[in-house]
Structures are given as structure tokens and as C-alpha cells.
């Protein structure tokens, strides 16, 4: 079973960098689409950014444009997203996620990892 296994949440603040990671447990993704996804308190998980594995194109939520790059190494098979000027509202929990479909939407998502926790202290 493929399995993706996030990394690199923390405790920052307001106005800090963050680099979030995403090890696909196997090479399966040469077709499909990898965003994150985040999830906050008392709130729905909602689109964040996405990557196609194969061509490299990329879409953002507008609450992440010009402040968060999604990105991949197809060589070492990892998923990053990359979080600049960090506000206490991207407090939440970070999913990354792949899908077959080019899709913003969480139900399109096959597969998901267990979540890494980012918190931004003002």
C-alpha cells in the first residue's frame, strides 16, 4: 500500500519561513497530481497548493499565491511546499496528498498522509 509521510511542521512566527516535506512510500506517481491540503481547529481541510508529478505544473489557492511554492524532486521523490511570511491564520494541519485528477478538491484525493502540524505564534 503506498503510504506518504509528511515532515517538517513546527512552531514559528508570524513572518517565518517553513519547508514542509512529503516521501512517497513508492515511485506510483508519474501520473497523478500532488497538492497539500490543510486543515485548521473547528474547520474543513481546504486546498492549498498542487503540483502534476510529471510536468511540474503547478495551481495555488489564493491564500497561498505569492507566499507559498509548491515543488518536487523527481529524483529523490519527495514533495515540498516551501511557506514564506507565515500568519497565524496558515495555523493548521498539513496534509499532502495525490490524485489521478487535476483537482482542488479533497474527495479527488486517493491518497493522503497522516498530517504534520504547523502553528504560527504572532
Known amino acids: 500500500q503506498v503510504q506518504l509521510v509528511e515532515s517538517g511542521g513546527g512552531l514559528v512566527q508570524a513572518g517565518d519561513s517553513l519547508t514542509l516535506s512529503c516521501a512517497p512510500s513508492?515511485?506510483?506517481?508519474?501520473?497523478?497530481?500532488m497538492a497539500w491540503f490543510r486543515q485548521a481547529p473547528g474547520k474543513e481541510r481546504e486546498f492549498v497548493a498542487r503540483i502534476t508529478w510529471s510536468g511540474g505544473r503547478t495551481y495555488y489557492a489564493d491564500s497561498a499565491k505569492g507566499r507559498f511554492t509548491i515543488s518536487k524532486d523527481n529524483a529523490e521523490n519527495m514533495l515540498y511546499l516551501q511557506m514564506n511570511s507565515l500568519k497565524p491564520e496558515d495555523t493548521a494541519v498539513y496534509y499532502c496528498?495525490?490524485?489521478?485528477?487535476?483537482?482542488?478538491?479533497?474527495?479527488?484525493?486517493?491518497?493522503w498522509g497522516q498530517g504534520t502540524q504547523v502553528t504560527v505564534s504572532s
Open positions: 496528498a495525490a490524485s489521478p485528477r487535476l483537482s482542488t478538491v479533497v474527495t479527488d484525493y486517493d491518497y
Open positions: 513508492a515511485r506510483t506517481f508519474g501520473r497523478y497530481a
